[in-house]
Nanobody
Framework: QVRLVESGGGLVQPGGSLRLSCAAT????????SGWFRQAPGKEREFVAA????????SYADSLQGRFAIIKDNAKNTVYLQMNNLSPEDTAVYYC????????????????WGQGTQVAVSS
């Protein structure tokens, strides 16, 4: 089984950027579709982005308006989430996920989750 460890969260000012990392250990992440989700205080967990196992297709939440990018580096066994032009509404705990079903732009979460990394956007 693959174990996922997120890093890269922190406090950033509005308009700033962060890159989150999701390192896979104990097994290769190469065979897995992967995604990112987030959960803001008092809200349900929501989909952010996903990528197919072979990097040929990505999908994003409509609300992101092209500000985020998901990258999967199979050689480094890591999935990244590049976040640009951050706003306070992006404040949340961000979770990495792997092993999900991905078809026609739709990603259903898989069984593998990381522990989450906190992102806070504030001036």
């Amino acid at each position: 089984q693959v174990r996922l460890v997120e890093s890269g969260g922190g406090l950033v000012q509005p308009g700033g950027s962060l890159r989150l990392s999701c390192a896979a250990t104990d097994a290769s992440i190469s065979p897995y579709n992967s995604g990112w989700f987030r959960q803001a205080p008092g809200k349900e967990r929501e989909f952010v982005a996903a990528i197919t196992w072979n990097n040929d297709t990505t999908s994003y939440a409509d609300s992101l308006q092209g500000r985020f990018a998901i990258i999967k580096d199979n050689a480094k066994n890591t999935v990244y989430l590049q976040m640009n032009n951050l706003s306070p509404e992006d404040t949340a705990v961000y979770y990495c996920n792997a092993g999900g079903y991905f078809r026609a732009g739709y990603y259903r979460q898989g069984n593998y989750w990381g522990q989450g990394t906190q992102v806070a956007v504030s001036s």
